[in-house]
């Protein structure tokens, strides 16, 4: 959990090893995704991508298969050496180190950004706005995405509920990804306009045990909680196993889960020549 003089932001590489395996956006509907946003004009046919806090590459080795150029930017070197252990040679994608507050890019250098689950886990994600309409070029997009109940299963749910009655501490570092309007309002205050896409069609199904779900939380692999005490979070994990234990089937109970992509896509303002007189 580096910090800098801008604030603090969750580093995953604590988790690296485990992340591809416990998150997944399916590639046909990713690539449906990116289709759509190309057929709707809010991302261009060709061009340079950045890709703010891309993790290990999971939503732009896709955009690289597809001929983007992309960089990609993350604080986790551990998550970065996967991304770039999984990009093919001849792919234009390149995965570095850096904060998203200060990145290694001109003004106006890309064509696009595409992030997803970063803005909940940097702590002053204003600045993280700011630097990414910085690179941008006017009238490119910022293209948020997000799976969409993908995380949502009964064993989590207890555990997050059980964590809210007994602890103030505050979830995310920065924004709650359940309420979308502040990132709305923030940036059409900086002058970019809101483009509407539905994505809602593009779902799938996850399965899931109430075993390997509680396996999960054991491993820590969940950002939002990692700022609980470390005595709360055991507590909490324990009442959460004798939960699960006290379920019909227990452990080896299955729960499916029907996950959807949602974005939020906002255009960059172009700049108007001044009127000649």
Same mark, same amino acid.
């Given at each position: 959990m580096p910090k800098t003089d801008a604030g603090k932001t969750s580093n995953f590489s604590p988790i690296a090893d485990r992340y591809d395996a416990t998150r997944e956006i399916p590639s046909a509907q990713l690539g449906a995704c990116y289709e759509r946003l190309v057929r709707q004009g809010l991302l261009p046919v060709a061009g340079t991508i950045i890709d703010a806090g &891309?993790?290990?590459? !999971?939503?732009? %080795?896709? +955009?690289?298969? +597809?001929?983007? @150029?992309?960089?990609?930017?993350?604080?986790? *070197?551990?998550?970065?050496?996967? *991304?770039?252990?999984? &990009? /093919?040679?001849? %792919?234009?994608?390149?995965? #570095?180190?850096?904060?998203?507050r200060s990145l290694p890019e001109s003004d106006g250098t890309c064509d696009a950004v595409v992030l997803s689950k970063l803005l909940q886990h940097v702590e002053d994600w204003q600045s993280a706005c700011r630097e990414l309409l910085r690179v941008l070029r006017p009238g490119g997009c910022l293209i948020e995405l997000?799976?969409?109940? *993908?995380?949502?299963?009964?064993?989590?749910?207890?555990?997050?509920?059980? #964590?809210? #009655?007994?602890?103030?501490? !505050?979830?995310?570092?920065? %924004?709650?990804?359940?309420? /979308? @309007?502040? +990132?709305?309002?923030?940036l059409m205050a900086q002058g970019c306009e809101a483009v509407s896409v539905d994505t809602t069609d593009l779902k799938w199904e996850k399965a899931i045990s109430y075993g390997e779900a509680l396996? !999960? +939380?054991? @491993? /820590? %692999?969940? #950002? @939002?909680?990692?700022y609980l005490p470390n005595a709360a979070y055991d507590r909490i994990l324990a009442d959460t196993a004798h939960w699960v234990d006290s379920q019909p089937e227990g452990r080896s109970r299955i729960e499916v889960l029907a996950p959807y992509l949602s974005l939020q896509v906002f255009r960059k303002a172009v700049k108007r020549a001044a009127a000649i007189e």
């Open positions: &891309c993790g290990t590459g !999971q939503i732009s %080795l896709m +955009l690289a298969e +597809l001929g983007y @150029e992309v960089r990609g930017y993350d604080v986790s *070197a551990a998550m970065i050496r996967i *991304a770039q252990a999984k &990009c /093919r040679v001849e %792919l234009k994608a390149r995965y #570095a180190v850096a904060d998203v997000n799976d969409r109940g *993908a995380f949502g299963n009964s064993v989590r749910k207890h555990f997050a509920r059980c #964590a809210d #009655a007994s602890e103030r501490t !505050q979830r995310y570092l920065g %924004l709650d990804p359940h309420d /979308r @309007e502040p +990132l709305t309002a923030f396996d !999960q +939380l054991q @491993e /820590r %692999l969940f #950002a @939002e909680f990692w």
